[in-house]
């Protein structure tokens, strides 16, 4: 009963339209063009559509979060100048500050089955007081190990991330494929009922 509903709305959707349609242009659709149609022209489709492209792209982050990771942050130059006071037993005198640095590391980290990441760091830092006259510059470099405790006693965010959004691709798969089963299915029977009553 309530596919026959679905399928006499369609029917009636058809007759709504066919007017708008005569008045523009005329289409001569067989079976397999009213569903591509549909399909093109469907909101449901439509919105599932974008559910599915959108768990596509959440799995993708999520797959990617076990890659190699390479970041770098600069700061080229970080320029100051201000005015600074010193007091001693002679008094109260001031003299001008003027500063400039500059900054880079780099930091490589690989993320591990156990929810935490190797990082090798290497940095170079450049400092100068002209004021001072004082010029350093300084090199450095780390390799390290971050592991998170509650990793070991179940709780894995890194693999509990890439298994809901695989989850979620997978739902919004398959309800786009029930969607587009359904669809056809309307469409399939509508059409009959029309051809039933265009040759009774």
């Given at each position: 009963m309530y596919q026959l509903k679905k399928s006499i709305s369609v029917v009636l959707l058809f007759i709504s339209i066919a007017?708008?349609?005569?008045?523009q242009q005329i289409y001569n659709l067989d079976l397999e063009s009213s569903?591509?149609?549909?399909?093109?022209r469907s909101k449901t489709m439509l919105i599932?559509?974008?559910?599915?492209k959108k768990a596509s792209f959440d799995l993708k982050a999520a797959t990617s979060s076990f890659k190699t990771h390479v970041d770098m942050d600069l700061i080229i130059p970080q320029y100051s100048e201000t005015v600074n006071q010193f007091q001693d037993s002679a008094g109260i005198s001031f003299y001008p500050v003027?500063?400039?640095?500059?900054?880079?590391?780099?930091?490589?980290n690989q993320p591990l089955p156990t929810d935490g990441f190797l990082?090798?760091?290497s940095g170079m830092e450049s400092f100068a007081d002209y004021y001072a006259h004082d010029r350093n510059a300084q090199i450095s470099s780390?390799?390290?190990?971050?592991?998170?405790?509650?990793?070991?006693?179940?709780?894995n965010q890194l693999r509990l991330g890439f298994k809901q959004a695989k989850l979620a691709y997978d739902l919004s798969s398959k309800q786009l494929k029930r969607e587009e089963l359904d669809l056809i299915y309307d469409?399939?029977?509508?059409?009959?009922?029309?051809?039933?009553?265009?040759?009774?």
């Open positions: 007017p708008l349609i005569s008045s569903i591509e149609l549909a399909k093109e599932l559509k974008q559910s599915q003027r500063q400039n640095q500059l900054s880079s590391i780099l930091t490589i990082y090798i760091r780390s390799i390290g190990l971050q592991q998170p405790i509650a990793a070991f006693f179940g709780y469409i399939s029977q509508a059409f009959l009922v029309c051809f039933l009553f265009m040759n009774r």
